[in-house]
């Protein structure tokens, strides 16, 4: 007499889950959580310390944004040849603030555009380090807060100025060139190639 095939236990797969939710909370604190609060907490400074004596670029950049190319509509405003695409996405992101309901002029869009790209960018230097250097979980912080609180870095990113987007994209190529190295794909190249082009391309 034939005997009815039991259904296969779950018990492995419920085994192979209870065996990975320590480390993935084990991540959560140590990795993840860390680069939240590093990314949150150089914001609001980079925020609460934007700069009131703006550079002539970041002036420049600003007026052309919300004055000179929505009176002539000349693209040259926009597409400026020293930093291509930083005006274009300036006035992209003001007016989106204005469908919002945002007031203000453009200057303060590209110091809020340049505080989150400074807190992202060490957010992501710190996530690099972590990987490269794995016996020690504060010196990756202590390197990641001299870059955040350097005074170069700190100034772009408290000002209107064009160099913080190309900052944090060679941040982040930085990053996939390390991924890279320990992985290579042509993928990770081509993401490598295409984050320090866009760099080039606001800067």
């Not at 300036?90 to 303060?108: I, K, M, N, P, Q």
């Not at 400074?118 to 010196?139: K, N, P």
């Amino acid at each position: 007499m034939a005997t009815q095939a039991k259904p296969a236990s779950a018990r492995p797969a419920t085994q192979h889950a209870m065996v990975h939710a320590p480390a993935l909370s084990r991540a959560l604190w140590t990795l993840w959580l860390p680069t939240g609060l590093l990314f949150l907490g150089t914001l609001i400074i980079y925020w609460f310390t934007r700069t009131q004596a703006n550079t002539f670029d970041a002036v420049s950049y600003a007026n052309q944004i919300a004055h000179l190319y929505p009176r002539t509509g000349d693209l040259r405003w926009l597409f400026h040849p020293h930093h291509l695409l930083f005006n274009a996405l300036g006035y992209l992101l003001w007016r989106s603030a204005h469908a919002l309901g945002f007031t203000g002029g453009s200057l303060v869009i590209l110091q809020s555009l340049n505080a989150a790209l400074g807190a992202g960018g060490v957010a992501v230097f710190y996530l690099t380090l972590r990987g490269l250097l794995q016996r020690s979980r504060w010196l990756p912080l202590l390197i990641s807060l001299g870059l955040a609180f350097s005074f170069g870095y700190w100034l772009c990113a408290a000002d209107g100025r064009v160099n913080m987007p190309s900052m944090f994209l060679m941040l982040c190529a930085f990053a996939v060139l390390c991924r890279t190295m320990q992985s290579p794909r042509p993928a990770l190249a081509a993401a490598v190639g295409a984050l320090a082009g866009g760099a080039l391309l606001f800067h």
